[in-house]
């Protein structure tokens, strides 16, 4: 059995529940997931709340779903969710690189990265911005190591080791006090994201998500992790290869050796 999930948070202010937030979201072969988290994000009390695909050109025709859905779920005037079709498959780094710059010209205030298996829940959207917009926040993760962040049961015990262990690798050898660096649901401001500067990011994988971390944190931004259930996803397979896993290993390494040469600029301290 799956462990709970954490009950919504109270609904936020009228006003807040107003702010431009978008959602981004790449896909590859995710034809059997994607329909239903669309609903799940349509149905949430977030009226300022827009969902963008970025889709690689899915050969299971999740690129022509996600048009269909748009379809049906935008209104006269009102912009729900948009599809951005990339010509090949190109690194989960680069589409989120290519939908996050995106949202940002076309005036999102907020940029929530999420993935389309199903493993980040939500339920916690909502408490992300709030947290964001009351704290002055300019990242907010979705976190499995704090205090109350969970793991999906069906999540083998080596699996989980490996996942900590990574975790650690990483903040120990960049020196930061995020406990879940690697974490891929992630709440951004729009300055932060133009500071990170996106269109420079080297990481083509997974470890898009410590480098753009690592560069907020030194950049002086404001870091706050807030508990989440990271659940197994619902269909579908991994698109984590070799490739990915040596380029998640070096990259720390390479983030160091040039920090080394560029002093970080003072700030905000992550919390």
């Known amino acids: 059995m799956s462990a709970p999930r954490t009950p919504a948070a109270a609904p936020l202010p009228a006003e807040w529940g ?12 995710e034809a059997q997931n994607l329909p239903t988290m669309a609903e799940a994000l349509m149905a ?12 690689d050109n899915s050969p299971d025709g999740t690129g022509t779903i996600a048009d269909q859905l748009s379809e049906k779920y935008n209104e006269p005037g009102r912009t729900r969710m948009g599809v951005l079709h990339r010509t090949a498959k190109d690194g989960l780094g680069r589409a989120y690189a ?11 205030a907020y940029v929530l990265q999420m ?21 002055g926040a300019d ?11 969970t793991l999906s ?40 994201l133009r500071a990170v500067r996106l269109d420079t990011v080297d990481s083509a994988g997974y470890s898009f998500q410590v480098e753009t971390k690592y560069r907020a944190l030194r950049a002086g931004f404001t870091v706050m992790e807030v508990p989440i259930h990271f659940e197994d996803r619902t269909a579908g397979v991994s698109k984590m290869d070799l ?3 040596l380029e998640s290993v ?9 920090a080394l040469g560029h002093p970080a600029r003072g700030g905000r301290r992550a919390r």
Do not use: C
């Open 250 to 258: 070096a990259m720390p390494w390479r983030l160091r050796s040039r």
């Open 139 to 149: 990242l907010v993760v979705g976190s499995r190591y704090v205090p109350g962040g």
């Open 98 to 108: 290519a939908g996050m710059t995106r949202a940002v010209e076309e005036g999102a």
């Open 153 to 192: 049961d069906a999540w083998k015990p080596h699996r989980k080791l490996l996942s900590r262990w990574a975790n650690a690798y990483a903040s120990g050898i960049l020196g930061t006090r995020v406990r879940d660096i690697t974490s891929g649901f992630n709440l951004w401001s729009a300055p932060a």
């Open 44 to 55: 949430l009390p977030l009226e300022g709340l827009r969902l963008l695909v970025v889709d």
């Open 18 to 29: 107003r702010t431009p937030l978008t959602v981004v979201m790449p896909t590859y072969n």
């Open 115 to 135: 993935d389309a298996d199903g493993s980040h829940p939500t339920d916690k959207i909502a408490e992300m911005l709030g947290v964001a917009l009351a704290t």
């Open 243 to 245: 490739a990915v896993q």
